[in-house]
Nanobody, 122 residues
């Protein structure tokens, strides 16, 4: 069993930065690939970024590549999403989840956090 809790969301101006954290409980957390997803009002949830269990590989949606960085500290059972050069279109609820690969994409698996709101003003 893994429980995930996101934090770090808030209100920021366009061009600003935020760092989201995904804190996990459960001794097996370090064996999971973890991803970030987001859902804006009226839109479907979309993939943002993923990091493998070892942290050796990362994957990003084209819309955030070069601006967002995913990382993890397995000793602290935490995955981070550093978001720079934020845009109003990044406004969404951000979720972390354990993930699995399928084809060229990543999909949320069994464990999800409750989400944290990110609002970027223009």
């Amino acid at each position: 069993q893994v429980q995930l809790v996101e934090s770090g969301g808030g209100l920021v101006q366009a061009g600003g930065s935020l760092r989201l954290s995904c804190a996990a409980s459960g001794r097996t957390f370090s064996s999971y690939a973890v991803g970030w997803f987001r859902q804006a009002p009226g839109k479907e949830r979309e993939f943002v970024a993923t990091i493998t269990w070892s942290g050796d590989s990362t994957y990003y949606a084209d819309s955030v590549k070069g601006r967002f960085t995913i990382s993890r500290d397995n000793a602290k059972n935490t995955v981070y999403l550093q978001m720079n050069s934020l845009k109003p279109e990044d406004t969404a609820v951000y979720y972390c989840a354990t993930v699995y690969p399928y084809g060229s994409s990543w999909y949320g698996d069994d464990y999800w956090g409750q989400g944290t709101q990110v609002t970027v003003s223009s």
